[in-house]
């Protein structure tokens, strides 16, 4: 039986994609629903590509709930530009996955949250790859989900290294800056998985060609999809040694927190506009001496992850 419920809060591009097969996959993990976000793309396609890949994986039993559509601060939402050449114009790479009949769920994902999170307390996972917009909400409208919620794992930030978007802000926390400072101010149990450790986790061709000889639609498609991001990376020089994995560490490091190691901080991020360092993951100088309720991974074990990862997404694509 799965130790865990999980909810996935998912702006589904690529590397969202992969979070999602190691979750339906991984023995320890009852995906109870998928919230979807802006971010990678609009909140409408993120939600209809969750709906396709679900239906892709044979996990239509799990619903799909529409999240926020833009941030805590703006009225609206616009693609950046370097989303949809890295993620590719509908956010999988351009890669036609059929489409799925289902629906989008009626509750709103915010209500969703909340009531698992008195439902299943110590149970729950709760983990967004995206921005932090939902979990503020959910905070702003039920704040005794900050200890409710077993814990919270989230894909962002960046404390060791340097952002992808600005020199100190990570494009997930670049987002909503102050929806995230909301949620490292007042979520317990929360654990970021930021660029520290996911830029360590690399993926090739090498193995997407093993996907590719399982033969069927799912490893094809599959393939093709991280096939895409892999030459967005070469191509933009991200890294031209592979891509990284960095929404799929962060699913495996709720299960499995030995994979990473991390430092007991707790976290702010800076909203402040004039310094020059709006939507830095930093630690706290007001909280030094508090009790500590949040860590960073600083450390993985790449190796292992990358191994491991491949033989999960072997399994269930095959």
Do not use: C
């Not at 439902?119 to 967004?128: A, S, T, W």
């Amino acid at each position: 039986m799965p130790r865990y419920k999980m909810i996935l809060d998912l702006d589904t591009g690529i590397d969202d994609a992969l979070a999602l097969a190691y979750a339906v996959g991984h023995q320890d993990i009852d995906l109870i629903g998928i919230i979807a976000s802006y971010g990678n793309n609009l909140t409408d396609v993120t939600a209809q590509n969750s709906l396709d890949l679900l239906d892709l994986l044979g996990a239509s039993d799990v619903p799909v709930f529409y999240g926020a559509r833009h941030s805590t601060t703006t009225d609206d939402f616009s693609v950046m530009p370097v989303s949809k050449t890295i993620h590719g114009k509908n956010g999988v790479g351009d890669v036609a996955v059929p489409k799925s009949s289902r629906q989008v769920d009626a509750q709103s994902g915010i209500d969703f949250l909340i009531e698992a999170a008195h439902q299943y307390q110590d149970e729950l996972i709760y983990l967004p790859t995206g921005p932090l917009t939902n979990l503020a909400l959910a905070l702003e409208k039920d704040p005794a989900i900050a200890h409710l919620i077993g814990q919270t794992t989230l894909m962002g930030g960046a404390l060791t290294v340097p952002g992808n978007v600005t020199p100190f802000t990570e494009a997930n926390i670049n987002q909503d800056p102050e929806a995230a400072n909301t949620v490292f101010q007042q979520q317990e149990k929360l654990t970021m998985v930021g660029l520290d450790v996911t830029l360590r986790t690399l993926l090739t061709k090498k193995e997407t060609a093993e996907w590719r000889a399982l033969g069927n639609q799912k490893g094809q498609l599959y393939a093709d999809i991280m096939d895409y991001y892999i030459d967005a990376y070469y191509n933009l020089d991200i890294d031209k040694r592979g891509a990284a994995l960095h929404d799929p560490l962060a699913v495996a490091v709720a299960v499995q927190p030995d994979y990473i190691d991390t430092l007991p901080l707790n976290m702010k991020v800076t909203t402040d506009k004039v310094t020059g360092d709006y939507g830095r993951t930093i630690g706290d100088t007001e909280k030094l001496l508090d009790e500590t309720t949040s860590k960073a991974a600083i450390l993985v074990d790449q190796d292992r992850f990358v191994h491991d990862f491949q033989r999960m997404m072997l399994a269930v694509l095959a």
